[in-house]
C-alpha cells in the first residue's frame, strides 16, 4: 500500500500547484504565532472520538465533525479537553473501577497522532464532581442521592478531611500518572478563587472539608504523579482588578510555601465591549510580576448583547449572558476585539506561552448564541480570523 493516502497526495499536488504559480497559501493560526506562542482549541468528544457523540452537550452531524476535525488539525497546535478529563466524566464512581478512561484516551491521543500540545482540564474544580467524592463513608441510605450533581452542590453526609485527601490523591494519581509524559500541562486547581467580597477563597466544598491547603495538596500530589508536568492554576474574571488582587495574593502565598505552581491560566471569557486594551494590557502586566508563564486558556468573545457586562464563566448563569440577539455590527467589533487582545499577547510575547480558544466555532460554542468565536457553525472564516491572523503579519512586516 502507498504511503500516502489520496488526501495527503491532493494536498501535495496543491502545495506544487501553489509553489509553481507563486501563489502561497494563506497562513494558518499556529504558523502566524509559531515564533510568539502556541494556538489551541478546546476540543469535546465529537472531535476527540470523529464521531456524534450523544454525551456532547452540542448537536453536530458526522459531516460537520469530519470539517470540525480537519479545521482543528489545520489551525491549531496545542489542545484541551472541554470536558471529558473533569472528574464527573472521568471517574463517575468511586474506586479503581470507578474510571471511564475511553473518551480521555481518545483525546489524548488525538493529540499525540497531530504532535499536538495537550493540556489535562481539570483535576479539582468546585463544579462537576459527582456526589461520592464528598460523601461520608456509610451514610444513612435515604441520604445517599446518586445524582452526578453538574449544577447543583452535595449537601448530604460529609467526608472527613483526610477522607477526601485521599479520595483526591488517589483521583490524581490515577489520571495524572495515566497520561505522564503525553499531558504536558495540567489545570490542577481551577476556579478556586471568590467572587465576592473580601473572601479570598470561593466557599467551595473542597474548602469546607479540606480547609484553604486544599490547593496545596493538589499540586504536591500532582507533582508527585508527574514531576515533568507543567502545573497550572487556573480562573476567569482575572480582567477585573480586585479579582486579579486575590489571585495574586494567593499564588504568592503558595509560591512562599514551595508549592510547585508552575503557569498561570487566566480564561479570557470576555466581550466585545470589554476589556479595553489598555485594561488588558494591565492585567497581563500584573501577572507578570509572579514571574511565571501565562497561559490564555479559554479564550472567547461573547457577541450577544446580554453578555457585555462581567466576565464570568458559570455555565449556569450563560443563558443570560447570551440573551438579547447580538450586538450591531458584530462581526466587525469581534473582529476589532480580536485584533486589540492579540496585540496584546504579542506585546506579552516573553511570558504568554499558549493561547486556548474555547472551542473550534460558533456552532459548538458553550456561548454559541454569543457567536463568540473565529469560525461559524459551518468552519468558514469570519472577519476576525482574519484579523487576527493580520496582526502577526503586520509585526512581522515591522521587523
Ligand atoms: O454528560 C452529560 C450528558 O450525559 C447529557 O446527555 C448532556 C445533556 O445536556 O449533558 C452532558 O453534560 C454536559 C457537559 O457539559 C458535557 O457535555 C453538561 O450538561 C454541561 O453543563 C457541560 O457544560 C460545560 C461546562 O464547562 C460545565 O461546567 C461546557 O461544555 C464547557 O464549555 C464549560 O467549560 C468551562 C471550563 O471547564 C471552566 N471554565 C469555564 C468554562 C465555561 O463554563
Redesign the pocket.
Known amino acids: 500500500m502507498s504511503r500516502f493516502s489520496t488526501s495527503s497526495a491532493t494536498a501535495l499536488t496543491i502545495v506544487l500547484l501553489a509553489a509553481q504559480s507563486g501563489y502561497s497559501l494563506p497562513p494558518t493560526l499556529k504558523d502566524a504565532y509559531k515564533d510568539d506562542f502556541l494556538v489551541g482549541v478546546a476540543i469535546n468528544r465529537d472531535i476527540a472520538m470523529d464521531t456524534v457523540a450523544?454525551?456532547?452537550?452540542v448537536s453536530r452531524t458526522q459531516g460537520r465533525v469530519d470539517k470540525d476535525v480537519a479545521l482543528v488539525k489545520e489551525q491549531f497546535n496545542q489542545i484541551s479537553p472541554?470536558?471529558d478529563l473533569?472528574w464527573s466524566?472521568i471517574q463517575p464512581r468511586p474506586g479503581p473501577d470507578g474510571y471511564d478512561f475511553a473518551p480521555a484516551d481518545a483525546y489524548v491521543n488525538f493529540g499525540v497522532a497531530n504532535h499536538m500540545y495537550i493540556v489535562g482540564?481539570?483535576l479539582v474544580w468546585h463544579?462537576?464532581v459527582p456526589d461520592w467524592v464528598f460523601r461520608g463513608t456509610n451514610p444513612p441510605p435515604a441520604q445517599i442521592t446518586p445524582s452526578m450533581g453538574?449544577r447543583r452542590e452535595y449537601s448530604g453526609p460529609r467526608a472527613s478531611r483526610e477522607e477526601l485527601l485521599q479520595r483526591m490523591h488517589d483521583h490524581i494519581a490515577t489520571v495524572v500518572g495515566r497520561y505522564k509524559g503525553k499531558i504536558q500541562v495540567w489545570d490542577v486547581v481551577?476556579?478556586a478563587l471568590s467572587d465576592n467580597g473580601t473572601n479570598l477563597l470561593r466557599n467551595s466544598l473542597w474548602l469546607q472539608i479540606i480547609g484553604p491547603d486544599f490547593i496545596a495538596k493538589a499540586f504536591e500530589y500532582a507533582h508527585e504523579a508527574d514531576p515533568d508536568a507543567i502545573l497550572r492554576y487556573n480562573d476567569?474574571g482575572l480582567e477585573n482588578p480586585v479579582k486579579r488582587r486575590k489571585l495574586i495574593a494567593l499564588i504568592k502565598s503558595l509560591q512562599a510555601q514551595g508549592v510547585p505552581v508552575m503557569a498561570i491560566g487566566t480564561?479570557t471569557?470576555v466581550n466585545v465591549s470589554s476589556p479595553t486594551p489598555e485594561q488588558e494590557d494591565q492585567e497581563l502586566t500584573d501577572l507578570e510580576t509572579l514571574g511565571l508563564p501565562i497561559h490564555v486558556t479559554?479564550l472567547d468573545v461573547n457577541g450577544a448583547q446580554g453578555g457585555q457586562r462581567g466576565f464570568g464563566?458559570?455555565?449556569a448563569s450563560?443563558g443570560a449572558t447570551t440573551q438579547g440577539g447580538l450586538v450591531s455590527d458584530a462581526d466587525q467589533r469581534l473582529a476589532a476585539q480580536y485584533a486589540n487582545l492579540f496585540k496584546v499577547f504579542l506585546k506579552h510575547h516573553n511570558y504568554v506561552k499558549v493561547v486556548t480558544f474555547?472551542g473550534v466555532n460558533d456552532g459548538v460554542s458553550?456561548r454559541q448564541r454569543g457567536h463568540p468565536l473565529l469560525f461559524d457553525g459551518n468552519d468558514q472564516p469570519k472577519p476576525a480570523f482574519a484579523a487576527v491572523i493580520n496582526v502577526a503579519t503586520e509585526k512581522s512586516d515591522s521587523k
Open positions: 450523544p454525551a456532547d452537550n472541554e470536558n473533569k466524566l482540564h481539570n463544579s462537576q453538574f481551577n476556579e476567569y480564561q471569557h479559554e464563566a458559570d455555565v450563560n474555547w458553550w
